[in-house]
């Protein structure tokens, strides 16, 4: 379902547009119950906030099926309640060890922030002056979600941090191309859609799979974990 999303988002047919209003509210509620199949979800303590965060990208996906400054805002709105769900999680299962603005994620975090955000927001208020807000906060959650991705507790998998970390990079790589084509990229060919999508999706099955994956472990599950993960000769 995901690959036919993102071959009609890439579609310039009007019919193309048509379909999606079919596909592309599906992708969020198969994504939610394929992550509620996984063995041992109820044990993992991000299962709740990536639930609701994925409820509210459905709404925004939705909403984004609409065209217009109104239901992008509207949309935009949508995500951030996401991001925020997710923040929750993250925040939740977070390094107690290290705080936040020193990991690196949260360096990395603070350049997109100060870099992106201000050129997002004027190019957002070259279309309506309103928006220009509402996108520089949006890029502020991005960026936390991005900081917080990279600081999550030692007893976590490597896999979940791994995935929950590439899947922020996914949904930044997402969402910096969707308002770089929103504001700054007006005759942009209908394909880069569907390398939105693509991004998108990743996103969101990264971060799926980093919380299906997310049990604490124990010290000896930690200790073979490391050095499975260590270099021959380490």
């Not at 079919?22 to 990536?50: C, F, Q, W, Y």
């Not at 065209?67 to 509207?74: D, K, Q, R």
């Not at 923040?87 to 994620?105: E, K, T, V, W, Y």
């Not at 910096?176 to 939105?196: D, G, H, K, M, Y």
Request: charged share 15%; glycine share 10%; with cysteine.
């Amino acid at each position: 379902m995901g690959a036919l999303d993102v071959w009609l988002a890439g579609s310039a047919k009007a019919g193309a547009h048509r379909a999606r209003w079919v596909t592309k509210p599906m992708l969020m509620p198969l994504l939610a119950a394929a992550l509620l199949n996984h063995r041992g979800i109820e044990d993992s303590p991000m299962r709740k906030s990536t639930l609701l965060a994925e409820a509210a990208g459905w709404v925004g996906d939705v909403i984004l099926l609409n065209e217009g400054t109104v239901a992008f805002a509207a949309g935009a709105g949508a995500f951030g309640v996401g991001h925020v769900a997710y923040i929750s999680g993250l925040r939740a299962n977070r390094r107690i060890d290290r705080p936040l603005r020193c990991a690196p994620s949260a360096r990395v975090a603070m350049g997109l922030a100060l870099g992106a955000g201000p050129v997002m927001a004027v190019g957002a208020a070259r279309e309506d002056p309103a928006l220009s807000p509402a996108v520089a906060v949006y890029v502020g959650l991005l960026s936390t979600l991005f900081a917080c991705a990279g600081n999550l507790r030692a007893d976590l998998p490597v896999r979940t941090r791994r995935l929950t970390s590439l899947g922020a990079a996914a949904f930044v790589a997402s969402d910096s191309l969707l308002a770089t084509r929103q504001f700054w990229w007006r005759n942009a060919p209908a394909r880069v859609e569907s390398v939105v999508m693509i991004t998108y999706l990743l996103a969101q099955l990264l971060l799926s799979e980093g919380a299906a994956a997310a049990t604490v472990q124990t010290p000896s599950q930690h200790g073979a974990e490391r050095a499975h993960d260590a270099p021959d000769g380490a």
